[in-house]
């Protein structure tokens, strides 16, 4: 079983930084996928839509909504990764999940933050 806690998540205003830090901690890989998903208000759990990931090897994805302000990265020896979001937006305003992905016996198994909170509003 693997565990991840979040923090950092914030009330900014528009054009304001904020940085998100997720440890895991458990039974983890070698390798593995660390990454941020969000969820609008609004929107059901399968809308989760993902911000970033980043590989073990440090391969790095990114919604194109947040191309250019937003920075994944990660400490492997922390087991931890983070989430370097600046210029926010309004719609950036969501509940911000940490992933982690590891194959275990052959199947991709995903595990779930409880979720960190940003609101971006003036």
């Known amino acids: 079983q693997v565990q991840l806690v979040e923090s950092g998540g914030d009330l900014v205003q528009p054009g304001g930084s904020l940085r998100l830090s997720c440890a895991a901690s458990?039974?983890?890989?070698?390798?593995?996928?660390m990454g941020w998903y969000r969820q609008a208000p609004g929107k059901e759990r399968e809308e989760r839509e993902l911000v970033a990931k980043i590989t073990n090897t440090g391969s790095r994805n990114y919604a194109n909504a947040v191309k250019g302000r937003f920075t994944i990265s990660r400490d492997n020896d922390k087991n931890t990764v983070y989430l370097q979001m600046n210029s926010l937006k309004p719609e950036d305003t969501a509940v911000y999940y940490c992933?982690?992905?590891?194959?275990?016996?052959?199947?991709?198994?995903?595990?779930w933050g409880q979720g960190t909170q940003v609101t971006v509003s003036s």
């Open positions: 992933n982690l992905a590891q194959k275990i016996m052959n199947e991709m198994v995903d595990f």
């Open positions: 458990g039974s983890i890989w070698s390798i593995n996928t």
